[in-house]
Structure formats: structure tokens, C-alpha cells
């Protein structure tokens, strides 16, 4: 696409962006702004000063080893090594800033491993790990992780805006 046509489109998908009836409109557009502007590309690009991404890379492949050979006690320890929420810098502004949907790949990829290793451990039998280690492990991640909270300010004045945010959380399943 020649850089003229790119740019007139992205202008219209900028409007697209601002005029989204609800999140799934906005989702669609905002991937379309990430493809034409390149910041897809940047996405699945993991060198970046702004995080360690050979770390991240490295603590991921051990994840996605232990969880896949069946190591329990040693997945739970390398969860309870790592656990904290800005692992190798993943929570820099810079990251989160670029694109318009998403970051690079890598973190996602990242916490979405974690999360499956999380849900992994929950469901082990007392027979693979002991129920007191693992709340042991979970009461200790949640003090690392911390907990979502949803506050809402402005009083009646902004009413309708905070009915929309609570409906899209819903309709996320958040």
C-alpha cells in the first residue's frame, strides 16, 4: 500500500477508533491501526531497552518445560522464585504505550503462561502437592500480584459513562 493510501486510512481508522459503538468495534480497529501503522511488526519484535525480553524469553521456556513434563514440586518452585509482577520490566509504561491494542508478543505470551501454570497448580490432587503448600504459594502471589479493584469518581455527572464501563467489563467476563 503506498505511504499516501496508508495514511488516509489510518486517518479513517482513527475516526473508526473514536466513534466505536462498543469494545468489539473498538478492538477491530485499533488491530487494523497496530497493522498499518507497524506496530504489529513491533509486537513480535522481543529486543527492546525497555525490558529485559532474554529473561523473560528464558523464564517462559522454563514455565512452558516444567508445566509440559508433569514437574509439579519443580513448577511450584519456579513459580515461587519469580513471582512478582513486573518481571524483567514488563510493566514499563514504554511498553504498553506503543501500540494500540497489546504490547510485545513475548509478555503476552508470558502471562498467559503464567496464568495457565497458576490455574495448573490450583488444580493439582493433595497427592501431587499438599493443600498447605499451596495456599502457602497463593496467599504469597496475591501480596506480589495484588488485588483488581474498580473505582468510580465523578458522582451522577458521569453516570452513563460508568454504566458503559461496567457493561464492557461484563461483557469481557472481568
Excluded at 497489546?102 to 497448580?121: F, H, P, S, W
Excluded at 490432587?125 to 493443600?131: G, M, Q, R, T
Excluded at 502471589?141 to 461484563?170: D, E, P, Y
Amino acid at each position: 500500500m503506498p505511504s499516501h493510501a496508508r495514511a488516509s486510512r489510518l486517518v479513517e481508522v482513527e475516526r473508526c477508533l473514536a466513534d466505536a459503538a462498543n469494545y468489539a468495534q473498538w478492538k477491530t480497529a485499533a488491530l487494523e491501526h497496530d497493522r498499518l501503522s507497524g506496530n504489529e511488526a513491533w509486537k513480535h519484535q522481543d529486543p527492546s531497552n525497555n525490558y529485559d525480553y532474554a529473561d523473560i524469553s528464558r523464564r517462559l521456556a522454563e514455565l512452558r518445560g516444567l508445566r509440559a513434563a508433569g514437574d509439579d514440586v519443580g513448577l511450584l518452585f519456579a513459580l515461587n522464585e519469580g513471582i512478582h509482577g513486573n518481571m524483567g520490566g514488563m510493566g514499563r509504561g514504554g511498553l504498553h504505550e506503543v501500540a494500540k491494542f497489546g504490547t510485545k508478543r513475548l509478555i503476552v505470551d508470558y502471562i498467559d503462561e503464567l496464568t495457565q501454570c497458576l490455574a495448573y497448580i490450583a488444580a493439582l490432587p493433595e497427592s501431587a502437592i499438599a493443600s498447605a503448600d499451596k495456599l502457602d504459594f497463593f496467599e504469597r502471589a496475591s501480596h506480589c500480584f495484588g488485588r483488581s479493584a474498580l473505582m468510580l469518581s465523578g458522582a451522577g455527572s458521569l453516570v452513563h459513562f460508568h454504566s458503559g464501563v461496567i457493561k464492557t467489563l461484563f461483557e469481557q467476563q472481568l
